[in-house]
């Protein structure tokens, strides 16, 4: 059995400067029988990496696209403005759009909460145009990414919720709304009862693991990480189920599968 890692970030500029660089880290995780990763999408110029990475490993990477909060923060209208029409020409080549969401943490979204709801709006029309599943990432914004969703409608396709770290009266109305729960590297913390409660709960149908490699490391995780930390995802998960770690990563590819019709 091969194994997915629903979200990681494989064209972070930190794999370049560590030892191993990318293909041994490839190489590790392919020896592991993890053989497919979810990319996140950022920015433009991340997309165009995600092209690239593809075409040298083409069985192995699945395009994301996106407009990330941080990118929206961090830019102003005009040019968040030129980057989506980018993104509408380059999303049908994609699996999923995103990351793309709403990140209300103060040192995030200093004056862009208004921008950032917008183009959040703007991604989930082109999502539904294109008939692409979403890869949300909200932080402290879960209420009014509820109501954007109550007011535009989900698109048919769902996606997932990247790094979910709440609680399962949190996850319920993605759920409901045709969403998978992605979780990492936050199940294994012990302190974490609030996630670890909200994984006991779900139904198994809807969750899926990720690694948000290489950010997001497991609890003792040393140095930058990377995606075969996965196996400590599925290890966490597979206590609270009382399940093995194996079938943890079974369960979640496959959903991954039926999420993206593969």
């Not at 990319?39 to 395009?63: A, E, M, R």
């Amino acid at each position: 059995m091969k194994f997915i890692d629903s979200h990681s970030h494989w064209t972070d500029k930190r794999w370049a400067l560590q030892g191993e660089g990318l293909a041994e880290t490839l190489k590790k995780c392919l020896e592991k029988n993890i053989d497919f990763f979810l990319l996140g999408g950022v920015d433009p110029d991340d997309w165009h990496k995600q092209i690239s990475l593809k075409k040298t490993y083409p069985d192995n990477f699945g395009l994301c696209f996106g407009l990330h909060p941080y990118f929206v923060s961090d830019h102003g209208y005009e040019e968040c403005e030129f980057s989506l029409d980018e993104l509408a020409e380059l999303l049908p080549q994609a699996m999923a759009l995103g990351e793309a969401g709403l990140d209300f943490r103060p040192h995030i979204m200093k004056d862009s909460q208004t921008r950032q709801i917008e183009f959040f709006e703007n991604q989930i029309e082109l999502a539904k145009a294109f008939q692409k599943p979403m890869v949300l990432h909200i932080v402290q914004a879960h209420e009014k990414a509820r109501q954007i969703f109550h007011l535009w409608d989900a698109p048919e396709r769902g996606g997932l919720v990247h790094a979910f770290n709440g609680s399962y009266e949190t996850a319920k109305p993605y759920i409901d709304q045709g969403f998978l729960i992605s979780v990492g590297g936050a199940i294994t913390y012990e302190k974490n009862k609030k996630l670890q409660d909200c994984v006991k709960k779900i139904p198994m149908e809807y969750l899926l693991l990720e690694t948000d490699s290489p950010d997001q490391a497991p609890e003792g995780w040393q140095g930058l990480n990377n995606p075969t930390s996965l196996y400590l995802v599925a290890e966490a998960v597979g206590l609270i189920r009382n399940i093995s770690a194996f079938d943890v990563l079974e369960i979640s590819s496959g959903n991954f599968k039926r999420l993206f019709r593969l």
